[in-house]
């Protein structure tokens, strides 16, 4: 079965600052990827997605991600990190019936 | 449009009562999807529905019985829920079935059983 690890709970970065989200994953085979965000009591927005070609994929609101297959990684990154990024971050994996594997999510805090 | 609509947005419901969830997307998508989320937790695949049928059901309780009427529309029936039920809802839909898609999610129902 497929695994999304994220090592990180929680994240503070101050405002203006750069960001790197940290997602592995299990799968045999190319994997399709995607990362979501979640405000509070809100659901999810898909940011970005990786299925194949270019191994870097920009997404909206300014993120972008990096599929490195050596290391099982699709890592999340903004350049310049605004309050209003402040919520959870989830990664995830599809799989074959097109479900989605989740990784635990990632909260990031930003201050000012 | 990417928009999936989800009502109501807050629901208080006793462990006797019956209600309904409803789901409603017009992006032509033929794949919908019912999550349960818990505080703190990622969402859980509860039930999937594939041009109108039922594909995956993940060993959910009975208390919970979904139904999708059109391609457009998708309902979660509750009934005798309990208060570890207690959760956000969220429903999501993704193009055609075949292959991998994204999955676009609503905002979401706030369940509490009392």
């Known amino acids: 079965a497929q695994s999304v690890t994220q090592p990180d709970i929680h994240i503070t970065v101050s405002e203006g600052a750069s960001l790197e989200l940290r997602c592995n994953y299990s799968y045999g085979a190319t994997p399709y990827l995607f990362w979501y965000v979640q405000s509070p009591g809100q659901g999810l927005q898909l940011l970005l997605k990786?299925?194949?070609?270019?191994?870097l994929v920009q997404g909206i609101k300014g993120f972008e991600a990096e599929f490195k297959r050596s290391q099982s990684s699709f890592n999340l990154r903004k350049p310049s990190v605004h309050w209003s990024d402040a919520a959870e971050y989830f990664c995830?994996?599809?799989?074959?019936?097109?479900?989605?594997?989740f990784g635990a999510g990632t909260i990031l805090r930003v201050k000012s | 449009d990417t928009e999936v609509t989800q009502t109501p947005k807050h629901l208080v419901m006793g462990m006797t009562n019956k209600k309904s969830l409803k789901c409603e997307q017009h992006?032509?998508?033929?794949?919908m999807y019912w999550y349960k989320q818990k505080a703190k937790k990622p969402p859980e695949l509860m039930f999937v529905?594939?041009?109108?049928?039922?594909?995956i059901n993940e060993s959910v309780p009975s208390r919970f019985s979904p139904e999708c009427p059109n391609s457009s529309l998708l309902n979660l029936h509750l009934h005798a829920l309990q208060p570890e039920d207690s959760a956000l809802y969220l429903c999501?839909?993704?193009?055609?079935?075949?292959?991998?898609?994204?999955?676009?999610f609503g905002p979401g129902t706030r369940l509490t059983v009392t």
């Open positions: 999501a839909s993704s193009p055609p079935t075949s292959g991998i898609h994204e999955q676009y």
């Open positions: 995830a994996v599809g799989e074959y019936g097109n479900k989605l594997v």
């Open positions: 992006m032509g998508h033929r794949a």
């Open positions: 990786y299925f194949s070609g270019d191994t």
């Open positions: 529905y594939s041009y109108e049928k039922l594909s």
